[in-house]
């Protein structure tokens, strides 16, 4: 059964770097598209940015100029790095798998509270 | 972007209650639709994708329809653990788009 596990850190000041990476199990990264979406406490789910296993990625527009999203093939990982953070980037991040045929996002992990703090 | 707009934004049920969801898309997108269940402090859990095919594993009193701009989810004889939110997205293009969700209480 395929299984995404984030990480990444517990806490990010303002003006800093966010970077999580999320861990694929029982799937190879080179089979699938995958995402990061994020859900504001208390608020509804936000597509953040998706790579495609041939590497080719689609962001956010209105976090375009911030965010970029990586493969890790050699350790069947991928990553999200946010810069420029500020309070509004606090938010619970989930990694995401695009289903084949791109239908929908078919396995998510659990997610990662990321609060934006000083 | 296709902006998703859902309605209602809740709904106060009982259980085995027909319950009915709208998502409308501000521009077509065919089926290119996915409907997703939260649960408080979870991971949302994929529902039906391609607006009317019900993911495996899902119990079959929920079902999805529509293309275009409407789509629907109905939950036919609503059960204890369907309480929660559900939300519809946008697969048709980038960027991915969600609606603001549906709480089912």
């Known amino acids: 059964q395929v299984h995404l596990q984030e990480s990444g850190p517990g806490l990010v000041k303002p003006s800093e770097t966010l970077s999580l990476t999320c861990t694929v199990s029982d799937a190879s990264i080179h089979d699938y598209s995958w995402a990061w979406i994020r859900q504001p406490p208390g608020k509804g789910l936000e597509w953040v940015s998706s790579?495609?296993?041939?590497?080719?990625?689609n962001h956010s527009p209105s976090l375009k100029s911030r965010v970029s999203i990586s493969l890790d093939t050699s350790n069947n990982q991928f990553s999200l790095r946010l810069t420029s953070v500020t309070a509004a980037d606090t938010a619970v991040y989930y990694c995401?798998?695009?289903?084949?045929?791109?239908?929908?996002?078919?396995?998510w992990g659990q997610g990662t509270m990321v609060p934006v703090s000083s | 972007d296709i902006q998703m707009t859902q309605s209602p934004s809740s709904v106060s049920a009982s259980v085995g209650d027909r319950v009915t969801i709208t998502c409308r898309a501000s521009q077509g997108i065919g089926t290119w639709l996915a409907w997703y269940q939260q649960k408080p402090g979870t991971a949302p859990k994929l529902l039906i994708y391609?607006?009317?095919t019900l993911q495996s594993g899902v119990p079959s009193r929920f079902s999805g329809s529509g293309s275009g701009t409407e789509f629907t989810l109905t939950i036919t004889s609503l059960q204890p653990e369907d309480f929660a939110t559900y939300y519809c997205q946008q697969a048709n293009n980038f960027p991915r788009t969600f609606g603001q969700g549906t709480k089912v209480e």
């Open positions: 995401a798998r695009h289903a084949s045929g791109d239908w929908a996002f078919d396995v």
């Open positions: 391609a607006a009317s």
């Open positions: 790579v495609s296993y041939s590497g080719s990625t």
